[in-house]
């Protein structure tokens, strides 16, 4: 048995502390002492994982299950250097084992459930995620990620019943309180909850350009494209991107600005945009109280795939319509409400019985607009031409997203 453990602590408070070299040495002067030991090996190795050297760190968290097999953490870390190392049947069979060990470990679970998604194992990846919640019934990640694999396969009743039983252990949480409307159509907000846009987006930020790659993004395009039909594009406007995000539509905005505002709630986001450096300004606001604090600042207010987060429309085309001068454009991009027969509309989805449905959430948790909705809306907030035109926004679960792209001035 091991007694004089001190060298290995000092080694992992180094490791927690991120003074990586510092810690190597450390554990390198361990296993000297002491060769083979399975909790340094194991501690090495996660280090070399984290410190980029993948192959060095999965060959030492091997052998150090070679002299412990039943340390559950290591077989769950393990686990996660082989997802990195694109093996996920390698990295199932880890964490299995990692569950085999210690059946209370909730991280291996939620790890198992995802790994089972990936590898097209849809039941087993229900019955981790179930389990992992069973464990740890008040994390709200384990919740958010059993979601979105719910809603991903089609199963709004079972997701909804996820996003419930996440209300009971956190009433305040703003994600699962919208997508529980969205999943069922009951207590549909007029928009999201700013609080919930902005733990979306923040927690999206570092991997959102990546993902938009794959879906053929193309809002920002088209509606930098439509402008050159309604402003001049020669340099001479103050244009606000109301919604920036990371900045996609601004690189296409800044030829033809004399000054580029960017807006958006999450600080995440405007990081990101804040390192293309091509924005004049950027603000963490809410769009609506931002443009309504600017009157009569801009020529172009332009809007992409933000407004899909807004039900109710009157409220931003008000506000557009105060900060954008006489002749001035509000261009921005929805997704598109297909017609279709309406049982029964929650409150607030269409004005009056046997009237048009004006907007209605979907699963995914954005709104659909119809056309004579929009058009309404924005000619109530002060616009005198408003035209709009059906287009295909991306691809999303291999199909269209058919969107309306509205210019209004």
């Known amino acids: 048995m091991l007694t004089d453990t001190k060298e290995l602590l000092v080694a992992q408070e180094a490791h927690r502390a991120g003074r990586a070299e510092e810690a190597e040495q450390g554990y390198m002067r361990?296993?000297?002492?002491?060769?083979?030991?399975?909790?340094?090996?194991?501690?090495?190795?996660?280090?070399?994982?984290q410190t980029k050297r993948l192959q060095e760190g999965i060959d030492l968290v091997r052998r150090s299950l070679e002299f412990d097999a039943t340390n559950a953490h290591a077989w769950n870390n393990l686990g996660n250097m082989l997802v990195v190392s694109d093996l996920p049947k390698d990295a199932t069979d880890?964490?299995?084992?990692?569950?085999?060990?210690?059946?209370?470990?909730?991280?291996?679970?939620?790890?198992?459930?995802?790994?089972?998604?990936?590898?097209?194992?849809?039941?087993?990846?229900?019955?981790?995620f179930v389990k992992a919640v069973e464990l740890q019934p008040a994390n709200p990640m384990v919740y958010e990620r059993f979601g979105i694999l719910l809603y991903g396969l089609g199963r709004f009743a079972e997701a909804a019943n996820v996003y419930r039983q996440w209300l009971v252990v956190e009433p305040d949480s703003s994600v699962a309180r919208h997508m529980l409307a969205?999943?069922?159509?009951?207590?549909?907000?007029?928009?999201?909850?700013?609080?919930?846009?902005?733990?979306?987006f923040d927690r999206f930020s570092s991997s959102f350009d990546e993902n938009l790659k794959g879906l053929g993004y193309r809002a920002p395009e088209?509606?930098?494209?439509?402008?050159?039909?309604?402003?001049?594009?020669?340099?001479?406007?103050?244009?606000?991107?109301?919604?920036?995000?990371?900045g996609l539509c601004g690189g296409l905005l800044r030829s033809m600005s004399?000054?580029?505002?960017?807006?958006d709630l999450s600080d995440g986001m405007v990081e990101k945009a804040r390192a293309r450096n091509i924005y004049d300004e950027l603000v963490v606001a809410e769009l609506c109280g931002f443009m309504r604090d600017r009157p009569n600042a801009f020529d172009v207010v332009i809007s992409a795939d933000t407004l899909v987060y807004f039900g109710a429309l009157e409220e931003a085309a008000l506000a557009a319509r105060s900060c954008i001068r006489e002749n001035g454009v509000f261009a921005f991009t929805l997704e598109r409400h297909i017609d279709e027969p309406v049982a029964d509309p929650q409150?607030?989805?269409?004005?009056?019985?046997?009237?048009?449905?004006r907007y209605r959430i979907q699963p995914h948790g954005?709104?659909?607009?119809?056309?004579?909705?929009?058009?309404?809306?924005?000619?109530?907030?002060?616009?005198?031409?408003?035209?709009?035109?059906?287009?295909?926004?991306?691809?999303e679960r291999g199909q269209d997203v058919q969107g309306h792209l509205v210019v209004a001035q």
């Not at 409150?347 to 449905?357: I, L, Q």
């Open 347 to 357: 409150p607030g989805m269409a004005p009056a019985a046997g009237d048009p449905v």
């Open 258 to 263: 004399r000054s580029l505002v960017g807006v």
């Open 94 to 128: 880890a964490y299995l084992n990692a569950t085999r060990y210690a059946p209370e470990l909730v991280e291996a679970w939620y790890n198992l459930g995802v790994c089972y998604r990936r590898t097209g194992k849809i039941e087993d990846s229900v019955k981790s």
């Open 222 to 246: 088209l509606l930098v494209s439509a402008l050159g039909e309604y402003v001049p594009t020669d340099g001479r406007l103050d244009v606000l991107d109301a919604g920036c995000g990371t």
């Open 366 to 395: 954005r709104y659909v607009h119809h056309a004579d909705y929009v058009r309404a809306a924005l000619t109530a907030g002060g616009f005198t031409r408003v035209e709009l035109k059906d287009v295909v926004l991306r691809r």
């Open 182 to 200: 969205a999943m069922t159509g009951e207590d549909v907000p007029a928009r999201a909850d700013d609080q919930y846009l902005k733990d979306l």
């Open 30 to 49: 361990w296993l000297d002492a002491h060769p083979n030991e399975h909790n340094g090996l194991h501690f090495l190795g996660l280090l070399k994982f």
